[in-house]
């Protein structure tokens, strides 16, 4: 029996090695890794070898917030140029970064701006994070909520924009799109109108980038795509291709909220997972400067629209989801006897965010295993 508390229904595979976009089991099974938790290891799990490498030739890894550190400051200078912000703040997970983001819009309206206005407005259906104020402001399956009452006050979930009261809402945070357990963009008006009604009556506007953010739909962030620049946004996840990093990003002015002792995180910013984002960044920027994630992701969805039992192929970059006319769990566990590692929330619908660095061939291969998976285990002669 594990010792582990039973937070999760794990899989019965042990992983023993990972190479490149590949996972290897402890029978020696190679795998395609379509999973990685949820884009964590955006980059595949050969990226960082350099980033170890530096450790074994004597780069500290561990160094105190208050004491200087190059690759702190390298990776804030970096990330901010990307990104289009003048300031970060480093945590260590997505769900942190959304309790900063909290943190911040809070102070700044109340501080720095003197605005009474306390409620903060997020979509209906959206998972944010676990921790408390993070699960307070979604509204996603009632596991994640339930049993864990009372909930933090001072939020309000919303579906149309005209739901908001303007004369309250001090921040609205939103996903770019519906990302949880799915992916579903929204209408191309959506975040152009709450990015004008925030700006018009003086209300924060906060984007939960933290799936989709580090070229996963082929920007770097998908609010890119839209042309928008919100206030502040949360990122995670592929940020440093694996290694436990999450960060806010804003503005001079919203970010003179914080300041010392307001917030703090006490392995943020550390060399080693600075060293990762500053590495992602540079493997990132020239598969978004050179549109190889929308070619690759417009190639793997198309050749998946022509498979018979796959429906409502969708996904922007290489985020996709996919409507199975077959029961998708019972999909994941042959796709995954057939060397194929695919995540699915529910008996519908399967979930694949793949390595960036895939490549056509890769694809190819992935297609000819879904079709065989289908003629050999699913339909019916």
């Not at 395609?32 to 799990?45: A, C, Q, R, S």
């Not at 970060?88 to 309206?109: D, Q």
């Not at 984002?277 to 050179?290: A, H, R, T, Y």
């Not at 879904?370 to 019916?380: G, K, S, T």
């Amino acid at each position: 029996m594990s010792n582990l508390m039973d937070t999760i229904e794990p899989l019965d595979i042990n992983i023993v090695c990972a190479e490149d976009i590949f996972l290897i089991t402890d029978d020696q099974t190679i795998m395609y890794d379509l999973f990685n938790d949820v884009g964590v290891v955006g980059l595949g799990h050969s990226a960082l070898k350099s980033v170890f490498q530096a450790l074994v030739d004597g780069e500290p890894y561990s160094i105190p917030a208050i004491l200087g550190s190059e690759w702190r400051e390298k990776a804030a200078t970096q990330l901010c140029q990307v990104m289009g912000y003048d300031k970060v703040f480093f945590c260590n997970s997505g769900t942190e970064a959304i309790e900063a983001a909290i943190k911040l819009a809070r102070r700044y309206m109340k501080v720095i701006k003197g605005d009474k206005r306390k409620t903060i407005y997020t979509l209906k259906g959206v998972f944010h994070g676990r921790t408390y104020g993070a699960l307070a402001a979604s509204d996603a399956a009632s596991y994640h909520k339930e049993d864990f009452e009372p909930h933090l006050p001072g939020f309000k979930h919303f579906t149309d924009i005209g739901e908001i009261d303007w004369d309250e809402c001090m921040a609205v945070m939103v996903t770019p799109a519906f990302v949880n357990k799915d992916v579903n963009l929204f209408d191309a008006n959506f975040l152009d109108e709450l990015r004008r009604m925030t700006n018009y009556t003086g209300a924060l506007f906060i984007v939960d980038e933290i799936q989709t953010g580090f070229g996963r739909c082929g920007e770097w962030k998908l609010t890119d795509a839209y042309g928008i620049q919100p206030d502040i946004i949360a990122v995670g996840k592929g940020i440093a291709n694996g290694l436990p990093v999450g960060a806010i990003l804003s503005t001079n002015e919203i970010s003179q909220a914080f300041t010392p002792g307001r917030h703090f995180s006490t392995y943020g910013g550390i060399p080693i997972c600075m060293m990762a984002v500053c590495k992602v960044i540079e493997l990132v920027e020239p598969l978004i400067d050179s549109l190889a994630i929308y070619d690759l992701g417009e190639y793997f969805l198309r050749e998946l629209s022509d498979i018979k039992f796959m429906k409502h192929v969708r996904g922007i970059g290489l985020l996709i989801a996919v409507d199975l006319d077959v029961n998708a769990k019972e999909f994941c566990i042959e796709a995954r006897k057939h060397g194929v590692m695919i995540a699915t929330f529910d008996d519908k619908c399967i979930k694949m965010t793949p390595p960036l660095t895939i490549g056509i061939g890769d694809i190819d291969r992935l297609i000819r295993v879904f079709h065989h998976i289908y003629q050999e285990h699913i339909e019916v002669p």
